[in-house]
């Protein structure tokens, strides 16, 4: 890998140099996004309980009983609800061996930012003084760090430019898994088998394909793309990171622009290496169907020892029972009422008769009334539910009242202090929260809500009593608002709720998913794009020069598109002139390109007889003309189009070999090539060989007509 | 002070994540912390003890509320309470002794059966002693010591009591680092030539016992149970080789096929409880029952400070922890029958298993081998019936 050896004096100098150094962390307290409003808008996403138990202390749980001496938090949004939070668990001692140190920054609206100012902060105090663990404060893990970071440093010290180590996870590569448990679109790494660099990085919205630079293929000997990792957004970084953040100022997203900077743009030829780890547990909740699952998963115990029954970080541990119902002493339960498996009850709550309890976690100090049923529901604390209502898979936060008979139906979210009216039905997915949908979606709103949180009371509690004098949108003694989908999002919405994944919705995926099978087996892999195999391991490497072949199958796509959705000829001239900046071709080859594709289009429409196909033909070239007369300027570029069209006919399209000759007549008769071009073209094919004189020979009649046309010409010139 | 506190602190720390496993390990932690809890706490000119028996108690009960599972830490500090009281009772003894000599009317023989029997449940060798009016005699002694420490020299008896308390942890420090080899010493009278031996789990003191009767010349063969799914007997058959002997590993399924060729069950405990019912490592229960079955001894191997003078079946008492799944499953692999909504697969992954004191043949501790239902005399011994409940 090329690896720089330092001299062994400064090698030895460096391990006493790192054997001082204190394990330190960054944990940024703030997401970044947006995806737990409404909930977000008046608590930050780490203080949100996880079975009862605020997101952020399981992060500084593990980080601390993982060696971490010293952790920097960065607070963005609800910054004084955060340090607040950290000032009283440390006054009682959760977390002994871990200092906490937290950096507030309310202008920030991104991982970068945050990044940046953290680099600003720390180049006047130099806290910062080695290799850091990047973490955001929604993990929830239980992975060893040490070997982690002595491998990192190992690795660091023989070669300077590996900045960064990221951890990845196994977890099944269906995407319909990826889907049903964390909501995550595919995600595609691209990894060295041997040296663990990471090389490339890919987060698929659409479904299952990737594209792979063949320089990488050029470089590596072997290549491992692998689709069944999960990223568990654990990272330990060199200061270099930092530093290449302040540098790059437009870096926002940590993988979005962070990785692709390095990965793509090579800069100062700095690498990232992946480090899997096995039977540890470590996720991210990301959005409400992590935050489901993960909870789903610290009942299980996978988080093990961060469980609701061990008192990690001063929580008060529950009795944990059969079937993973975990329970506090004082919980008052009518004889009648049932709580089944996979749940947890916390402090002080009551459950009345007849109540049932499945999958759900319910908070301390919880009032449920009689046959109340709660499934796959996350309740927070200090709910009160009244008689007979029904509730599934849905989020309730502190301080709602759900009146008697209301159903809370798939999907639901309820934000802080909500009434739901009596007999209320609150339809699927949707958000509710006394705070009225912010218009701008932008992450700064959480900020300005944030600032003015002093005045959120008040404002709170007049709104409240405003809402109940005239009755609002949760029935007539309902208080909070229904927060609209906004457009586009819809689709996201039954991807990221706590509802399992609709029947149809599941449908779909199957479906999308054999019809990518099918198409496997029918296209012969014409595209040299890597079809991505279950962990195939791809050794070959890609002709050189084929960026012409990526090239033209750019242009084509483009074409048919442009064909389908009846796009203007100036836009698809838009759309093909940057295709060629990006892939630095010459206009010429752009000419090339476009007529193979529109020859193609020709031959694709269905014809019965060589007249229809050659009518096709003409029909589509004096429709696009325009676009290919663009790029045929100077003769040159026509005699490419000549030529190219010549192969054509030899290889891929042998139907119109018959047609040479009248399609080529067509193209002059359009203008798009000129007499000049066919001349200079007859000339060059002249000395050929007899194979290549076929066409040559067909239109000989034409090119003879041509002669004689330019003749008559000069003659008329002549006399004139 | 504040050290004490910082260092209780990271205790708790410890074992609230965790961090320390193995009764032996925790319990001479425990130990060693009660230690400088005693040597730093700052008496009180009255009621000595009562301060020291809070001081330890509140210190104690924040160390069993971290990890209750570990039963040990439990026991070290009811051991250590108890070493409180028996010191301020032989102090008690020897100031009313000089106040006899004053004339005060007392027999110091009446006033130490009157402590003996405070401290201990009646037993029927107490009651034979035949003091009858011991339990009309008042119980003052801390209050005497106080009347009578106004004209003796007031910091020497500070001194004494805090002195005899830490000689007396002292002495416990030793008991538990000892333990092994007060136990494998019994061993050549337990294991004889050519017998087979069957153990599950990796235990520290299985293995000096074991290797004891290997040093006296008796030849033996060792079947290990694997212990599922921490394969902690891979550790110990290890070790065993290492120590050149004849050892044989078995899954813990292939228990009961093998138990016919066995002579005798050798496990380490977890914890015996007071009914003589032993907790141990997962699938003892099982080799129990095999044993019983086949009528072969399952003897238990168990120093001290593992005798817990609690019953297994008080609501209080956490018999066991459960572990993460993926010591038993690759949580990739599985990942999608996790699925959210209503997970269908439950993993379960206990770390002990209680054995009915009707399945052990015998317990040795560091006294010797008893019966189970001898366990809870020797508990009797040492704890006092007041600090059960902590």
């Not at chain 1, 491992?224 to 930092?242: A, F, K, W």
């Not at chain 1, 242009?555 to 990006?582: D, H, M, P």
């Not at chain 2, 309470?81 to 301020?88: M, Q």
């Amino acid at each position: 890998m090329g690896a720089q050896k330092k001299g062994g004096a400064r090698v030895s100098d460096d391990t006493e140099e790192q054997t001082r150094q204190r394990l330190q962390a960054i944990l940024l307290a703030d997401s970044f996004t947006t995806k737990f409003r409404p909930v977000t808008l008046e608590r930050p996403k780490v203080l949100l309980p996880l079975a009862n138990v605020p997101m952020i202390d399981y992060t500084l749980a593990w980080l601390e009983s993982a060696g971490i001496e010293e952790v920097f938090v960065f607070c963005c949004a609800h910054s004084t609800q955060i340090t607040d939070y950290l000032q009283t668990s440390s006054e009682q001692q959760s977390h002994p061996n871990l200092l906490v140190r937290t950096i507030e920054s309310h202008r920030s609206i991104s991982a970068g930012d945050a990044l940046r100012y953290i680099y600003e902060q720390q180049t006047e105090t130099s806290q910062i003084q080695g290799d850091f663990v990047l973490v955001s404060g929604d993990t929830v893990s239980n992975m060893p760090l040490a070997d982690l970071i002595r491998e990192h440093r190992e690795r660091k010290k023989k070669d300077e430019k590996a900045i960064m180590t990221m951890v990845i996870k196994k977890s099944k590569p269906s995407p319909m898994t990826r889907q049903s448990r964390l909501g995550t679109d595919e995600l595609f790494v691209a990894v060295d088998p041997v040296t663990k660099q990471l090389l490339h990085y890919e987060v698929d919205h659409v479904r299952g394909s990737v594209c792979l630079d063949k320089a990488l293929m050029e470089s590596n000997p072997s290549v491992m793309i692998c689709n069944d990792m999960q990223d568990c957004y654990i990272d330990v970084c060199s200061p270099e990171v930092l530093s290449l953040f302040e540098d790059n100022f437009d870096y926002q997203h940590l993988r979005r622009d962070f990785f692709k900077g390095v990965l793509g743009d090579d800069i100062m030829g700095y690498k990232i290496f992946t480090h899997e780890i096995g039977s540890s547990y470590a996720s991210r909740v990301d959005n409400f169907r992590s935050y489901d699952t993960v909870s789903k998963d610290i009942i299980q115990r996978w988080t093990y020892p961060y469980v609701p029954d061990v008192n990690f970080s001063g929580n008060r541990p529950l009795k944990v029972g059969r079937q993973g119902v975990y329970k506090a002493s004082d919980v008052v339960q009518s004889r009648s009422a049932d709580v089944g498996a996979c749940s947890v009850v916390g402090y002080g709550t009551k459950i009345g008769n007849g109540g049932r309890v499945l999958n759900s976690v319910i908070g301390n100090g919880c009032c449920i009334g009689a046959d109340v049923v709660i499934e796959g529901s996350y309740v927070w604390d200090n709910v009160v539910i009244e008689d007979g209502c029904e509730i599934r898979n849905a989020i309730v936060c502190d301080g709602v009242r759900i009146r008697a008979g209301a159903v809370l139906q798939p999907g639901v979210v309820l934000s802080f202090k909500v009434v739901v009216g009596r007999g209320f039905v609150v339809p699927a997915y949707s958000k509710v929260s006394l705070l009225q949908q912010p218009m701008k979606e932008d992450s700064d709103e959480e900020l300005e809500y944030a600032d003015s949180s002093s005045g959120t009371a008040d404002r709170l509690s007049g709104l409240s009593l405003e809402m109940e004098s005239k009755g609002s949108e949760l029935g007539p003694d309902g208080v909070g608002y229904i927060w609209e989908v906004c457009e586009g999002a819809h689709d996201e919405e039954w991807k990221h709720s706590v509802a399992p994944i609709p029947e149809d919705k599941l449908a779909e995926i199957i479906q999308a998913m054999e019809d990518d099978d099918t198409e496997d087996e029918i296209v012969p892999r014409k595209s040299e794009e890597l079809k991505s195999d279950v962990d195939s391991v791809n050794t070959d490497v890609n002709d050189p020069g084929d960026d012409y072949g990526y090239f033209e199958r750019e242009v084509e796509g483009t074409f048919l598109r442009a064909v389908e959705e009846g796009i203007k000829v100036e836009l698809g001239i838009l759309e093909i002139n940057s295709l060629r900046l990006s892939y630095n071709m010459e206009s010429a080859d752009c000419a090339g390109a476009i007529f193979y594709a529109m020859m193609k289009l020709a031959v694709d429409t269905p014809h019965s007889s060589l007249r229809e196909l050659s009518e096709n033909a003409s029909s589509i070239i004096a429709k696009w003309k325009g676009l290919l007369g663009n790029y045929v300027k100077h003769t040159d570029e026509q005699i490419e189009v000549i030529m190219k069209f010549e192969e054509m006919c030899q290889e891929t399209a042998r139907e119109l070999s018959p047609l040479f000759a009248q399609i080529l007549q067509v193209l002059y008769d359009k203008e798009v090539v000129q007499e000049d071009a066919i001349l200079r073209w007859a000339e060059e094919k002249a000395g050929a060989d007899e194979a290549d004189k076929v066409y040559l020979q067909q239109c000989e009649a034409f090119i003879q007509w041509l002669k004689e046309a330019s003749e008559e010409e000069d003659e008329e010139e002549e006399e004139d | 002070m504040p050290d004490v506190q910082s260092m209780v602190l990271e205790f708790v720390n410890k074992l609230r994540k965790r961090k320390i496993e193995g009764s032996q390990a925790t319990a001479r932690c425990t130990v060693e912390l009660l230690k400088s809890v005693v040597s730093h706490h700052r008496l009180p000119r009255a009621n000595q003890a009562s301060a020291l028996i809070d001081a330890v108690r509140g210190v104690g009960a924040q160390l069993v509320a971290a990890n209750p599972v570990e039963l040990a830490v439990g026991n070290v500090v009811r051991r250590v309470l108890h070493i409180i009281r028996e010191e301020d009772l032989s102090l008690a003894t020897a100031a009313v002794s000089e106040l006899d000599f004053n004339g005060e009317g007392m027999s110091a023989a009446v006033v130490a059966a009157a402590a003996r029997s405070t401290l201990r449940p009646p037993s029927l060798q107490t009651l034979l002693e035949g003091t009858t009016e011991s339990a009309t005699v008042p119980y003052t002694f801390s209050s005497g010591v106080d009347s009578e420490s106004k004209t003796a020299d007031k910091s020497s008896i500070t001194q004494k009591l805090k002195d005899d308390v830490r000689g007396g942890i002292d002495q416990l420090i030793k008991d538990i680092t000892d333990c092994h080899e007060q136990i494998a010493e019994q061993a050549i009278e337990h294991i004889h030539q050519n017998e087979v031996i069957l153990t599950l789990g990796n235990s520290r003191t299985v293995l000096e016992f074991l290797c004891a009767a290997k040093e006296k010349k008796r030849s033996f063969r060792v079947f290990v149970a694997e212990g599922a799914p921490r394969y902690q007997g891979h550790v110990l058959a290890k070790e065993l080789v290492a120590r050149g002997l004849q050892t044989t590993v078995i899954t813990d399924s292939a228990v009961f096929a093998m138990i016919s060729r066995v002579n005798m069950v050798i496990i380490g405990a977890h914890a015996v409880m007071a009914n003589g019912g032993v907790i141990g490592p997962v699938g003892v229960n099982m080799a129990a029952l095999a044993a019983k079955k086949h009528a072969v001894p399952f003897v238990v191997l168990a120093g001290s400070h593992k005798l817990c003078p609690l019953y297994p079946h008080n609501p209080e008492v956490l018999l066991n922890e459960l572990r993460s799944p993926c010591e038993l499953l690759d949580f990739g692999e599985f990942s999608d029958c996790l699925d959210s909504g209503s997970p269908l697969v439950q993993v379960v992954n206990p770390t002990f298993d209680y054995v009915p004191p009707s399945l052990v043949s015998l317990v040795i501790t560091d006294t010797g081998g008893h019966n189970p239902s001898y366990m809870y005399r020797l508990i009797a011994d040492y704890y006092s019936a007041d600090d059960l409940v902590m």
